[in-house]
């Protein structure tokens, strides 16, 4: 740190990515990525006049993205504001929404990026626990009075909450935004979107991280009545006009469109998921019931560093938290079928090395 940094930033713990290695020497399952390319379609997309158009700023309404979306959600463009991933729209709720005499109130297992977004914007934070079983607590965030930001499915449980649940909590904390994250939505749930035209305080955020393969394209969006967009695109226009590249538009607008590419990797993913649930059960693990596209797990064999520490030697990355809490699970990306294969034949051997 050097001796120019602001006082308030000195503590700041940023949010810590899981470990991106040069190269692909590993089998990635500890980022949740898509282990599929995107949509065959871009490749054609891109080409030389593309690249040259580079010149040019790009268009500040991501146009081609936007209309995509309104047309695949049945929203007004209006009613749409799209972001250099959804993580910079979540910044800029976290910037635009909540006072001083407000919180904004997260459950206490979630997007590790929550926290950090309050306490670089200066918001009070409230976290609110989850119940034994690591399902959310509906009662305890409704009447709330505060900003409530929840990641439907959850991460790193993939847990999911009803459509009646989200009515519930938005319902009876009218006088504040309540934003529902559907980063994991398209692994098998079914989105919110809809209720945003009738519940005038609910925002939902969606990436093309990971069901729509361009995590590194930096894509993602909000979807909430149109005086709220007006707000988001106030706090956009006052920081960064020009936040998606013209390529990345031109990629989102294809992604979007492409529903038969889209369906057919997402139930690939859903298919890999339960698969690899029911074999993680067969060897003695407790994983819960995903939506999204990772399991999370416990062995009663082995902890969960030890099991990282071991996969990682035999080439396979996945994650686990310093959370007390959740300290002995891992989350595991569901990849390819034979991702998944090489994933339970280590599993099996390293149980074997251990004596189990
Ligand atoms: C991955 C993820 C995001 C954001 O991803 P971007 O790559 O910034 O679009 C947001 N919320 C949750 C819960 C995530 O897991």
């Not at 001796?3 to 990515?17: Q, W």
Request: glycine content about 4%.
């Amino acid at each position: 740190m050097s001796r120019f940094l602001i006082e308030k930033f000195s503590d700041i713990k940023p949010y810590t990515p899981g470990e991106q290695p040069v190269g692909y020497e590993y089998i990635k399952l500890n980022t949740n990525e898509s282990p599929f390319p995107p949509s065959p379609l871009a490749l054609n997309a891109i080409n030389k006049d593309k690249i040259e158009g580079l010149r040019l700023y790009s268009d500040i309404e991501a146009s081609k993205t936007t209309k995509a979306i309104a047309n695949y959600y049945n929203v007004d463009v209006d009613n749409i504001i799209v972001t250099n991933g959804s993580d910079e729209v979540l910044a800029f709720i976290f910037m635009a929404f909540a006072d001083e005499h407000t919180y904004i109130a997260c459950p206490n297992i979630s997007y590790g990026f929550y926290p950090v977004f309050a306490k670089i914007f200066d918001k009070q934070y409230l976290s609110i626990p989850l119940k034994s079983d690591l399902s959310l607590d509906i009662d305890a965030f409704c009447g709330l009075n505060h900003t409530i930001v929840i990641a439907n499915p959850n991460a790193p449980t993939g847990l999911m909450i009803s459509l009646e649940d989200i009515k519930r909590i938005a319902t009876s904390n009218a006088n504040n935004i309540v934003v529902i994250d559907e980063a994991y939505i398209d692994f098998g749930g079914e989105s919110a979107v809809q209720l945003t035209k009738t519940l005038g305080n609910l925002i939902i955020t969606q990436t093309f991280s990971k069901s729509r393969s361009l995590a590194g394209a930096r894509l993602g969006f909000a979807i909430a009545n149109s005086d709220i967009i007006a707000d988001l695109r106030k706090i956009k226009f006052s920081f960064n006009p020009y936040n998606v590249n013209s390529m990345t538009d031109e990629l989102g607008g294809i992604a979007m469109s492409d529903t038969k590419y889209f369906n057919t990797t997402r139930q690939m993913i859903i298919d890999n998921r339960q698969y690899l649930t029911a074999e993680l059960r067969k060897l003695n693990f407790v994983v819960l019931d995903s939506m999204a596209n990772f399991v999370f797990a416990k062995s009663n064999n082995i902890t969960a560093e030890c099991y990282c520490a071991k996969l990682k030697e035999k080439g396979i990355l996945i994650r686990h938290f310093n959370t007390p809490l959740i300290y002995n699970y891992v989350r595991i990306s569901i990849g390819t079928i034979e991702d998944m294969l090489t994933l339970i034949n280590a599993t099996k051997a390293i149980l074997k090395e251990i004596n189990i």
